[in-house]
């Protein structure tokens, strides 16, 4: 039975459809991992143990129906709570939410339940999605299964933490500068932030919309593209979502191939504050490309360099607007309400205890970079910078006819818990390699490609891809990490230390 908590998604979905296990056995391996290592690893902030055993219940009678079963029915999942689930507790890492239950479900879990996935519960993040490290959650912090005192990346740390963990076959993620990708890189999982527009927004808790993008999360290239094809696809009630065919990323991943392709690595991504076994890596992985038959050349996208400065601007002030709507009114807590004080006054008072000290910091910075006086000053610089960003994008992709780019996911691997939570520069320098694809609004993967040698944690390759050539970061990760698995043997979670 515990052999069921290593199989990938794409097996036991395999299993259950040939009737060798049922989706009840399988949910209850995994409801067992939980119980036996949650409360050391603090992935998970609510597990929805009936929930998920009448979700597989489902699955099985359908099955003994002689229904069709979709490509992951039965196949647990991690949510990242950010999501909104009809009953379930969804708290986005915040107190200002405790409490709170959604009466409704976001396209997203919707969508995952009509495929049949099995939501096991919700996971850890840093609150509001606004940290590197998960440290930034009210529920405490979550550990790194590779070694329990460093931080499993953010913020979807829980969701990154399930799956090394093996408490989860599949999970979902969120990045709006990189909160799917650094996650994966530091855990030695596998991390999509697909092109903007591609994955409905619609109850999923607003930080920075233009930027936020929700994802799948995997421990392998195929188990990422199966989640995405389920989760992408045009809705009518989020209106920055794209109404196009999704790419043929399930193909693609099937089909790893880099022959005759032109890889560029971008050429701003290196030296200064890097770790040296995450270049020695990344180096690894660009002689890998090569003898696999890509092309690579070097690629200038000068722009990038302001990249981190133009997001510190633009998420803070698209996040003091969206989290306005936390007036202690409409849901979770409300402090000091006893009759004696002012609307204002108790919104006051709530927002002081609901939120903690990054999200105060990011709504006091974007209400300043918004007031009439500065906003042309930061703000619209900023958002020119944006554009600058794109532009190097659409160069490389298009006069420099490269097909991806690629670089290290993070400067360094993951860093022990407390060591940059009172220095937010530090932290937000673990984005410096994710943040322009959340700028521009094109797709990234990350996805292991070993570990560092001087403390042994993994390291991630990032792929990014032209916008709505979604299915390129599969064919050239499925191709990686073929390659990768064969010179090592084995996948490189297998080297996790056991919980
Ligand atoms: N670490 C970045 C931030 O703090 C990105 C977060 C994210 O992608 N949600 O804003």
Same mark, same amino acid.
């Given at each position: ?26 949910? +209850?391996?995994? /409801? %067992?991992?939980?119980? =036996? $290592? *949650? !409360? &050391? ?8 143990? +009936?929930?998920? /055993? %009448?979700?597989?219940? =489902? $699955? *099985? !009678? &359908? ?437």
């Amino acid at each position: 039975m515990t052999d069921l908590i290593k199989l990938t998604a794409a097996e036991i979905a395999a299993k259950i459809a040939s009737g060798e296990v049922t989706a009840v056995q399988v949910t +209850e391996a995994h /409801l %067992a991992r939980i119980e =036996a $290592v *949650d !409360e &050391k690893v603090n992935a998970f902030l609510h597990v929805d143990r +009936e929930g998920a /055993l %009448a979700q597989a219940r =489902a $699955v *099985d !009678e &359908k099955r003994a129906r002689g229904e069709k079963l979709g490509p992951l029915a039965g196949v647990p999942l991690a949510l990242k709570d950010i999501f909104t689930t009809k009953g379930i507790p969804t708290t986005v890492g915040s107190k200002i939410l405790e409490g709170w239950i959604p009466p409704y479900d976001a396209t997203l879990t919707r969508r995952l339940k009509e495929a049949d996935v099995v939501i096991l519960g919700k996971t850890n993040m840093d609150e509001f999605a606004m940290g590197s490290s998960t440290e930034n959650s009210a529920y405490g912090p979550t550990g790194n299964p590779w070694d329990l005192t460093k931080i499993p990346g953010g913020s979807g740390g829980g969701s990154s933490a399930a799956l090394a963990s093996y408490e989860a076959p599949l999970a979902i993620g969120t990045d709006t500068g990189g909160s799917i990708r650094q996650p994966a890189a530091v855990t030695g999982t596998v991390g999509v932030k697909p092109t903007y527009g591609a994955v409905s927004r619609y109850g999923m808790v607003a930080f920075s919309s233009s930027l936020d993008q929700g994802g799948p999360c995997a421990r392998t290239v195929l188990d990422a593209a199966l989640l995405h094809e389920v989760i992408a696809g045009h809705d009518p009630l989020d209106s920055t979502s794209i109404d196009a065919p999704v790419p043929p990323v399930v193909e693609a991943a099937r089909n790893g191939d880099v022959k005759g392709m032109r890889v560029g690595v971008v050429k701003q991504f290196r030296g200064e504050g890097y770790q040296a076994g995450v270049l020695q890596r990344f180096d690894e992985s660009v002689e890998l490309l090569k003898e696999l038959g890509a092309e690579v050349v070097e690629v200038d996208c000068p722009s990038f360099d302001l990249a981190l400065a133009a997001y510190y601007l633009i998420a803070p002030s698209e996040c003091s607007s969206n989290l306005a709507r936390f007036d202690a009114m409409r849901y979770g807590l409300r402090v000091g309400d006893d009759g004696t004080k002012s609307a204002e006054e108790v919104t006051a008072l709530t927002r002081e205890a609901g939120f903690g000290d990054e999200v105060k910091r990011r709504v006091i910075l974007g209400t300043y970079a918004l007031s009439s006086g500065y906003y042309d000053a930061y703000y619209g610089s900023a958002q020119k910078v944006r554009t600058l960003i794109t532009r190097d994008f659409e160069k490389a992709f298009g006069e420099g006819g490269v097909d991806v780019l690629i670089s290290p996911t993070t400067p360094t691997t993951a860093f022990p818990i407390g060591e940059r939570a009172d220095d937010p520069m530090a932290m937000y320098l673990a984005d410096l390699c994710t943040i322009p694809t959340n700028l521009a609004g094109n797709a990234a993967m990350s996805l292991p490609c070993g570990l560092a040698p001087e403390d042994g944690m993994p390291v991630g390759l990032q792929i990014i891809a032209p916008a709505m050539a979604d299915d390129r970061l599969y064919r050239v990760g499925a191709a990686v990490e073929a390659a990768f698995n064969a010179r090592w043997g084995h996948a490189l979670l297998e080297e996790a230390p056991a919980l």
